[in-house]
Nanobody, 123 residues
Framework: QVQLVESGGGLVQAGGSLRLSCAAS????????MGWFRQAPGKEREFVAA????????AYSDSVKGRFTISRDNAKNTVYLQMNSLKPENTAVYYC????????????????WGQGTQVTVSS
């Protein structure tokens, strides 16, 4: 029903920055918490960040705290992930996720995912 399209990924050098965007269509996202997850080759999908309905509450994995910032613009039906001070270990495909309700539940992502956007950080 809902389609999520991530964009903004690319190739950057260590220490650089990228801003990922996730645009939704077919459904308003204002009633749902939103999250970003990532998956590197040979690894399981892992939680990166999440944001509450109006952006007032955020959650981050320990590895990205202080470097990544999640935000949302409900008027544009879009969620963002600003990534600063990127490291080679941040290389992964990043996926946008719609939680099943208004609450952030790190260990239980929702049913809707985007196609992912590749982030590659070179040393």
């Amino acid at each position: 029903q809902v389609q999520l399209v991530e964009s903004g990924g690319g190739l950057v050098q260590a220490g650089g920055s990228l801003r990922l965007s996730c645009a939704a269509s077919g459904r308003a996202l204002s009633s749902y918490a939103m999250g970003w997850f990532r998956q590197a080759p040979g690894k399981e999908r892992e939680f990166v960040a999440a944001v509450s309905l109006s952006g007032g509450t955020t959650a981050y994995s320990d590895s990205v705290k202080g470097r990544f910032t999640i935000s949302r613009d409900n008027a544009k039906n879009t969620v963002y992930l600003q990534m600063n001070s990127l490291k080679p270990e941040n290389t992964a495909v990043y996926y946008c996720n719609v939680y099943s309700g208004p609450w952030i539940v790190v260990e239980n992502p929702g049913h809707y995912w985007g196609q992912g956007t590749q982030v590659t950080v070179s040393s």
